[in-house]
């Protein structure tokens, strides 16, 4: 059995639900055995990160809710003393509230940066995925059960069946810090990559491109799509950091070429195509 998360952030409205769940469930309550009372102020246990991404006329909000990653190869694990820390084999990485009593290395041991301190207590604490309602035969942690669009899916990775399982199977999933490789039991889906946008002007006419091809060419290959009503297109979920040419062709028209290079989301601006001659 493995307990995990998948996190689809291209579901995720930026309610915070999930956040004030957690609050609700967590400040000001203590579960022996399990947890001892966070804070009433501080803590995130589950936090929602907020970009901002591209620039004017082409901006978008995105979110992407973080938690624990339940790591199989913990250093918040190895970090601790006395067994403090550990995994229980439902794959849950759980801090001991007894155990881990004054041990504040473990606050800089997770390169996640989501294990906070508790000052009060002087203890290290974070997102245990609610075990102690799970132990009593709760089906999901409660950022799960409130979340009101599905963005989070609770579950067994290791049971096929499984509704978690199936979308691991069925979807490109990845881990927030790929470079980390903790075997990170915390999956998402739609992490924001780059995007390269722009708006083709038909220069004579003075109107917006309907339907004009556009081609963004890099080593990988060649996408393609059209403008819309609006003269617009975009290409979304680049690679970051890539040189990429963005091609343009209206019949009649003379092809516009322009170079770029995603090393952040990109708006080209208008783009004026002239007649040929
Ligand atoms: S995300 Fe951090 S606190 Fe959670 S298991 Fe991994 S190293 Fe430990
Ligand atoms: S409850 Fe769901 S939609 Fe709301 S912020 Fe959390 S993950 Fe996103």
Redesign the pocket.
């Known amino acids: 059995m493995r307990y995990g998360l998948v996190i689809n952030t291209s579901q995720c409205i930026g309610c915070y639900d999930c956040f004030l769940t957690c609050q609700d469930e967590f400040c000001g309550n203590a579960y022996e055995g399990y947890s001892a009372a966070a804070p009433i102020e501080g803590h995130n246990w589950m936090r929602v990160l907020d970009v901002e991404r591209g620039q004017y006329p082409l901006v978008k909000a995105h979110y992407t809710p973080k938690t ?4 199989e190869d ?4 190895a970090a601790a003393q006395d067994g403090a ?1 550990y995994r229980r084999p439902d794959g849950i ?1 759980v801090i001991d509230p007894v155990k881990a009593k004054g041990q504040k290395q473990l606050i800089n ?4 940066r ?2 906070e301190w508790n000052e009060t207590e002087q203890l290290a604490q ?1 997102c245990n995925l609610c075990a102690h309602l799970l132990d009593k035969g709760e089906k999901e942690p409660r950022c799960v059960e409130s979340c009101p669009t599905g963005a989070i899916v609770f579950g067994d990775l290791d049971n096929a069946s499984s509704p978690i399982a199936q979308i691991v199977k069925s979807c490109k999933t990845e881990t927030l810090k790929p470079e980390l490789n ?1 075997k ?1 039991n915390v999956l998402y889906i739609g992490l924001p990559k780059r995007f390269v946008a722009g708006t083709v002007v038909l220069k004579d006419k003075q109107e917006c491109a309907l339907d004009a091809q556009v081609e963004l060419v890099d080593e990988k290959g060649t996408i393609k799509t059209t403008t819309n009503g609006f003269g617009d297109f975009e290409f979304e979920g680049l690679d970051a950091n890539r040189p990429v040419t963005v091609k343009i062709t209206v019949p009649g028209y003379k092809v516009e070429s322009l170079n770029c290079t995603t090393f952040n989301d990109a708006h080209l601006g208008d783009i004026y195509l002239s007649p040929q001659a």
Not at 74 to 77: D, L, N, T, V
Not at 109 to 112: F, K, R, V
């Open positions: 624990c990653m339940h790591c913990a250093p918040c694990i820390v990485v041991s997770c390169p996640y989501v294990i974070k903790l990170e």
